[in-house]
């Protein structure tokens, strides 16, 4: 990622990263669910970025399952 992105964007990115984690971890279930798989929800970052991830209601966690480009073919 460092050889095609400045600092700037890289940190960017860590920021919106982070605000969507924090979303997640107030309200797990505002993001909707994969199309792949109902266990599964799918929280866009930004326009190029995604985050898969599992909520635990068990346990009371979150797993991040997978952080993506929009540009790849999704697994999830």
Known sequence: M?????AKEILN??????QV???I???????PKSEK????HKAIVDKNNYLIYRVN??????????????KQKPKH
């Open 2 to 6: 460092e050889a095609k992105w400045t």
């Open 13 to 18: 990115l860590e920021n919106k990263i982070q």
């Open 21 to 23: 984690i924090n979303q």
């Open 25 to 31: 971890s107030h309200n797990p279930e505002q993001f």
């Open 37 to 40: 798989s109902a266990s599964l």
């Open 57 to 70: 209601k068990e346990s009371n966690s979150v797993e991040i399952i997978n952080f993506r480009g929009t």
